[in-house]
């Protein structure tokens, strides 16, 4: 282990983690984006979006509004994007994920991420699970830590028995959940979640859901959701996101954050109502 994957070893032992008071030791990561462009294009503005330590933190609001690029500066996913760059900070555990000697690769080891679309490697299952602890060099039993992780994810007793199976020979449901297991091997804090179940059906899609329920045990979890019974069926915490076309562009922001039952029953701003009650998409 080089000294930048030292720097970035320390966000793990939690109790190490150096706290203040605009950082409480209940928040996971500090997300405070004030601009977000790509290339000139204004993304999104003004979010403060801090994501709770063993919470579900849904993202809802109108397609275009920023909600997968908020999750993607969670863990440097945007870096892959050239034109991308922001104005603000992202804190894990009081690390500054953007400093210069944070490695994308080792960060995205702690914060891991499910995408929409399920999307094994063309490998077996167990290369698939297997595939980040490799990536890292781990040390420990890789056959019983890829067990683990398919238990984590409720799929071991579905595929314990073919497991040198290619991974797309899966059913879609459990692609994704060969996905949790795969983003979860190398023992994460975090999970980023962008619409893990909007190419699943409705059975997949609770299952999915209980799973989740289960892993916040575990891990602290953002998800995005277009779905919003899904956000008040699974989020402990809710942002919602709106767009902003006052200056001639569509810039998402954040409108408000609160517990979700509060942001379904009681919210502050009438364009989250509007938006609860279904007045616009
Ligand atoms: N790689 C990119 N290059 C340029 N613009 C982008 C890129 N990714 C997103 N955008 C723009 O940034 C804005 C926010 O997009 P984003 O994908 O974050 O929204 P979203 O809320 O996730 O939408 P959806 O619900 O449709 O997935 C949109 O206007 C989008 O066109
Ligand atoms: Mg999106």
Same mark, same amino acid.
């Given at each position: 282990?080089?000294?930048?994957?030292?720097?970035?070893?320390?966000?793990?032992?939690?109790?190490?983690?150096?706290?203040?008071?605009?950082?409480?030791?209940?928040?996971?990561?500090?997300? $405070?984006?004030?601009?977000?462009?790509?290339?000139?294009?204004? /993304?999104?503005?003004? @979010?403060?979006?801090?994501?709770?330590?063993?919470?579900?933190?849904?993202?809802?609001?109108?397609?275009?509004?920023?909600?997968?690029?908020?999750?993607?500066?969670?863990?440097?996913?945007?870096?892959?994007?050239?034109?991308? %760059?922001? !104005?603000?900070?992202?804190? *894990?555990?009081?690390?500054?994920?953007?400093?210069?000697?944070?490695?994308?690769?080792?960060?995205?080891?702690?914060?891991?991420?499910?995408?929409?679309?399920?999307?094994?490697?063309?490998?077996?299952? *167990?290369?698939?699970?297997?595939?980040?602890?490799?990536?890292? %060099?781990?040390?420990?039993?890789? !056959?019983?830590?890829?067990?683990?992780?398919?238990?984590?994810? /409720?799929?071991?007793?579905?595929?314990?028995? $073919?497991?040198?199976?290619?991974?797309? @020979?899966?059913?879609?449901?459990?692609?994704?959940?060969?996905?949790?297991? %795969?983003?979860?091997?190398?023992?994460?804090?975090?999970?980023?979640?962008?619409?893990?179940?909007?190419?699943?059906?409705?059975?997949?899609?609770?299952?999915?859901?209980?799973?989740?329920?289960?892993?916040?045990?575990?891990?602290?979890?953002?998800?995005?959701?277009?779905?919003?019974?899904?956000?008040?069926?699974?989020?402990?915490?809710?942002?919602?996101?709106?767009?902003?076309?006052?200056?001639?562009?569509?810039?998402?922001?954040?409108?408000?954050?609160?517990?979700?039952?509060?942001? *379904?029953?009681?919210?502050?701003?009438?364009?989250?109502? $509007?938006?609860? %009650?279904?007045?616009?998409?």
């Amino acid at each position: 282990m080089n000294a930048t994957a030292e720097a970035m070893a320390i966000p793990t032992a939690v109790n190490a983690v150096p706290t203040t008071a605009a950082m409480p030791a209940s928040i996971a990561i500090d997300c $405070k984006l004030d601009k977000v462009f790509y290339g000139d294009f204004l /993304a999104v503005r003004d @979010s403060h979006v801090p994501i709770e330590k063993g919470k579900i933190t849904g993202f809802i609001g109108p397609s275009g509004c920023g909600k997968s690029t908020v999750l993607r500066c969670l863990n440097r996913m945007n870096d892959l994007i050239k034109i991308f %760059r922001f !104005q603000g900070h992202v804190h *894990f555990h009081g690390q500054d994920v953007y400093a210069r000697n944070v490695d994308p690769v080792i960060l995205r080891r702690y914060i891991g991420m499910v995408f929409q679309q399920p999307n094994p490697f063309t490998m077996s299952i *167990f290369d698939n699970v297997a595939f980040g602890l490799r990536l890292n %060099r781990f040390k420990g039993n890789l !056959q019983e830590q890829v067990e683990k992780s398919l238990r984590r994810a /409720a799929l071991w007793d579905e595929v314990k028995d $073919k497991l040198n199976n290619s991974g797309l @020979s899966l059913s879609g449901g459990q692609q994704q959940r060969l996905c949790i297991a %795969r983003a979860i091997a190398t023992e994460p804090s975090i999970l980023l979640m962008d619409e893990p179940c909007s190419a699943l059906d409705p059975v997949a899609t609770r299952r999915i859901e209980e799973l989740m329920i289960e892993l916040k045990a575990k891990y602290t979890i953002a998800l995005v959701t277009h779905n919003m019974q899904q956000a008040m069926r699974v989020a402990d915490k809710t942002a919602f996101f709106g767009v902003d076309i006052s200056k001639g562009g569509r810039t998402g922001y954040l409108v408000e954050m609160g517990d979700t039952q509060q942001i *379904f029953e009681n919210p502050k701003e009438d364009l989250t109502k $509007k938006y609860i %009650r279904g007045e616009f998409s």
